[in-house]
């Protein structure tokens, strides 16, 4: 999000605090948000929320389907359990469950995509070692499907 400061310089805002950068002008968003649930630390379930733009020609769905091929590709074991339905408040998505093999075991995911401005796409990507636990699952959902877009007037 950006703001103007008294020196009509940008102002990059977020959680913490803020920096002078022309965020969308000069600069592009590529943050990660990363939140963790608060406990056992070895088995806490995270989530992830990223950012990307789509390539020229590739929209959302055929995205998802490039996503879901590289995961087979690079991750062992890699399974797509289940395509789950996302009711975002300006519309409908999906989210993929997924269970993979990492050095640590095996790990559920929870995956879904949305497009936020042009070709802007918001990634949530939750975690959890197997199993995870149908309370995180319904919390992890809620959150995701909880995800109200701002307007481009408050991203700036």
Same mark, same amino acid.
């Given at each position: 999000?950006?703001?103007?400061?008294?020196?009509?310089?940008?102002?990059?805002?977020?959680?913490?605090g803020s920096v002078p950068a022309?965020?969308?002008? #000069?600069?592009?968003?590529q943050t990660l948000n990363v939140?963790?649930?608060?406990?056992?630390?070895?088995?806490a379930a995270s989530l992830v929320i990223s950012r990307d733009t789509l390539p020229v020609g590739v929209e959302l769905p055929d995205?998802?389907?490039n996503e879901i091929i590289r995961l087979k590709?690079?991750?062992q074991d890699f399974e797509l359990k289940a395509r789950?339905?996302?009711d975002w408040a300006d519309?409908?998505?999906?989210?993929?469950? #997924?269970?993979?093999?990492?050095?640590?075991?095996s790990i559920d995911q929870v995956m879904a995509c949305r497009l936020v401005s042009d070709r802007k796409i918001l990634i949530f990507t939750a975690t959890h070692v197997t199993p995870m636990p149908s309370g995180t699952y319904r919390t992890v959902m809620r959150i995701i499907n909880?995800?109200?877009p701002r307007s481009s007037e408050q991203i700036g």
């Open positions: 999000m950006s703001a103007i400061n008294d020196n009509s310089t940008p102002l990059y805002v977020f959680n913490e022309d965020v969308p002008g #000069t600069w592009d968003d939140l963790r649930i608060k406990g056992d630390e070895a088995h995205y998802i389907e590709e690079t991750l789950l339905p996302v519309g409908p998505g999906e989210a993929l469950l #997924t269970r993979w093999l990492s050095e640590e075991g909880g995800f109200r």
